[in-house]
């Protein structure tokens, strides 16, 4: 990697926590990805990006802004690419995925917060994370309570924290809701990029995203066959690198993947023995590094073949319909869009379950596991009765609580092992 | 054939050699700092053909017999079934994990229930309770089992119980009213877990715990089903790992 720390000491990083954050990122990299067996050789490009990920991706936004393009960073797939692409802005996803400087979070949250909320004030505090540094607006949104709270905490620390309200409820009220803060977000993006939305450059891009949703859509539709052509890890790491990227590159650079992957099905060859056992992941978003559970999981004989998740199938499920027509046209198809994503926020949210089923059955997945963080009351609320259907319709299914660190690995292997023994048995 | 299993568990391992479906040798040990070394010593002049490690650590005896590992769930699964050729319910509290698992009618793992990642009302509890009231770990528990009525305990949490113990002797509290109470409070805590997983019918309970009777007492009469428990209840693992060598 070049020298950056000019860039950095530019952007208000702390050298030496950054300099122990990317060592102890780089050698965790190399441990959990490049020790993996028969990876595809287009994971080489993933590889580089992570190399480079508070690298030259930096360097590139730096470019961006120098060129008047805004940079809004966001913790959540609600917040819509699109838009911020229509007025030529750069979307970046924000860190929130390591146990980093949580002594210091704990300064100001309650200790009983969500590893992912905590993550992201230990590295604001911390000031270690180039991508929020480098944000002309900071979207928080309305998702869960303990966010919610938090933003407010988090206003003064950032240079302008936008926050979004979402409804709870799939009701037309609700619809009109979220189309009216989408509304009132494509404003402000006017009025800090100091861009007009047209209907041209909003077209243009939904068709950009939509592109890289395709693209991982197909990507998820491959890991379908047996024997897995890619690891879990090294899919939700294209998931994960999905937030960072840049859109027409990353879209691009998975296409180059799946044709490799779709020559591996035709082949027989994939990373880990046939008739492998076969487990779907389901549950929270899980950010850059946060690979605990996937490892777990797959350093005990099973491989993973799906991602329910914001960071997987939630976050590219849904496609924006793309048509010729006004702004607010196109603003209803992105609603429409978005209020599809059947998050753990709402309620009731039986959709969701269902396509867990959906999906256990079209990527021949044995079990599930069904992951959340501690403190995360949706979704571990949800758990439960997302447990007995599942297990209602013979998917046997394991629940497990966590968060970042490390102390109850021997545990939740225990767990996994187990369970994967149940599944071995069928 | 003689199979063998060998379960590591947090304080003690336990080594069960099998031959023609009947247990030949049953052994166990404290765990030490070394836990590779006493699984060694263990092992000493025992003669077998194959052996599977189960308990915490298998997954070190893997690195230096090569032999397989299965998980200490699945391993009580198989062991309760030896002792028990029809039972659906199993209950290990062992040293610092509680597991509740449930089997289906040919034997398979159905579902499985543990503690969290702290060892709060294990094995390690009693132990350090007992400790606290002055009682070894026979006394404690027919202390509890001879007390007319319980002082509740409000933490199986081995830390904060510890000092809601001794502020309950200092304020004047019968020994054996607050042993009935840890024994009430593990008992509880148990039954959270297995009441998710239970089927009706014989309860099998195993691991260390096991021994106590007032915890077996408390069970049986909490969950309303009858409890079994083997003649050798910390040997269920290492047995379920020795059958799973077949």
Redesign the interface.
């Known amino acids: 990697m070049a020298d950056y720390t000019k860039m950095w000491s530019e952007l208000g990083l702390d050298l030496e926590g950054h300099n122990a954050l990317l060592s102890i990122l780089g050698s965790a990299y190399g441990d959990i990805f490049l020790s993996q067996k028969n990876r595809p050789e287009g994971m080489k490009y993933f590889d580089f990006v992570m190399s480079e990920v508070h690298g030259l991706r930096i360097q590139e936004l730096m470019e961006a802004k120098a060129q008047r393009r805004i940079v809004v960073g966001s913790y959540c797939v609600f917040v819509p690419e699109e838009l911020i692409l229509a007025v030529d802005g750069v979307s970046v996803g924000l860190c929130a995925g390591a146990e980093f400087n949580f002594e210091g979070a704990e300064e100001v949250l309650p200790r009983n917060t969500c590893a992912l909320i905590k993550s992201a004030f230990g590295f604001k505090l911390g000031k270690v994370c180039p991508y929020l540094e480098a944000s002309d607006v900071v979207v928080g949104e309305n998702t869960c309570d303990g966010k919610k709270k938090s933003y407010e905490i988090l206003a003064p620390m950032v240079k302008d924290l936008y926050v979004m309200d979402l409804p709870q409820m799939k009701t037309d009220m609700g619809r009109t809701f979220l189309k009216e803060e989408y509304r009132r977000f494509m404003a402000k993006l006017e009025r800090v990029s100091g861009k007009k939305i047209t209907p041209e450059s909003l077209k243009m891009g939904i068709e950009i995203v939509n592109a890289k949703r395709a693209a991982v859509k197909r990507l998820a539709a491959i890991r379908a066959a047996d024997p897995a052509p890619i690891s879990g890890l090294d899919a939700l790491l294209v998931n994960q690198v999905f937030f960072y990227d840049d859109p027409v590159r990353f879209t691009h650079s998975v296409n180059q993947l799946c044709d490799e992957l779709e020559e591996r099905v035709k082949n027989g060859i994939g990373v880990s023995a046939p008739e492998t056992t076969r487990v779907l992941v389901s549950g929270c978003p899980m950010a850059v590094p946060n690979w605990k559970l996937p490892m777990l999981i797959e350093s005990s004989n099973a491989v993973i073949v799906g991602e329910e998740s914001c960071v997987g199938e939630r976050g590219v499920r849904w496609l924006t319909e793309s048509k010729d027509g006004t702004v607010e046209d196109l603003l209803d198809a992105i609603t429409a869009r978005y209020f599809s994503i059947d998050c753990a926020v709402f309620t009731p949210n039986p959709s969701r379950v269902e396509y867990v089923k959906e999906m256990a059955k079209k990527l021949n997945a044995q079990g599930v596991i069904h992951y959340s963080l501690q403190f995360c009351q949706p979704y571990i609320v949800e758990s439960g009765p997302v447990e007995k259907e599942l297990e209602h319709a013979s998917i046997p299914t394991l629940r497990l609580e966590t968060d970042y660190s490390q102390e109850d690995a021997g545990q939740l292997k225990t767990r996994i092992e187990a369970f994967i023994e149940r599944l071995e048995k069928k | 054939m003689r199979i063998a299993g060998i379960d590591i568990g947090s304080r003690t391992v336990k080594l069960a050699v099998l031959e023609d479906g009947q247990l030949i040798l049953s052994r166990n040990t404290m765990t030490s700092y070394n836990p590779l070394a006493t699984a060694q010593e263990l092992m000493g002049d025992a003669v077998f053909d194959v052996i599977t490690a189960t308990g ?1 650590g298998r997954h070190l005896i893997k690195g230096h017999l090569d032999c397989p590992v ?5 391993a009580f699964a198989r062991g309760a079934r030896f002792f028990s050729s029809d039972c659906r319910s199993i209950l290990d509290i062992g040293g610092q ?1 509680t597991k509740a698992i449930s089997l289906d009618q040919e034997g ?5 229930e ?1 503690n ?2 702290c060892a709060a009302g294990t094995g390690r509890f009693l132990e350090v309770m007992a400790t606290a009231l002055g009682f070894t770990i026979e006394e404690f528990s027919k202390a509890g089992l001879s007390a007319g009525k319980a002082v509740k305990i409000n933490s199986t949490c081995t830390v904060f119980a510890e000092s809601e113990v001794v502020s309950l002797t200092a304020q004047g509290a019968a020994r054996d009213e607050v042993a009935l109470g840890i024994h009430k409070a593990i008992v509880s805590r148990s039954i959270g877990l297995l009441k998710k997983v239970a089927v009706p019918g014989e309860i099998f309970f195993a691991g260390g715990v096991a021994y106590n009777d007032c915890v077996r007492v408390l069970l049986e009469k909490e969950m309303g089903q009858p409890v079994f428990v083997p003649s050798d209840p910390q040997i269920v693992g290492a047995v379920g790992a020795a059958l799973s060598s077949l």
Request: proline fraction near 0%; charged fraction near 40%.
């Open positions: 915490y299965i998980s200490e769930i699945t994990d398979n793992l159905r579902k499985f543990m969290d990642k």
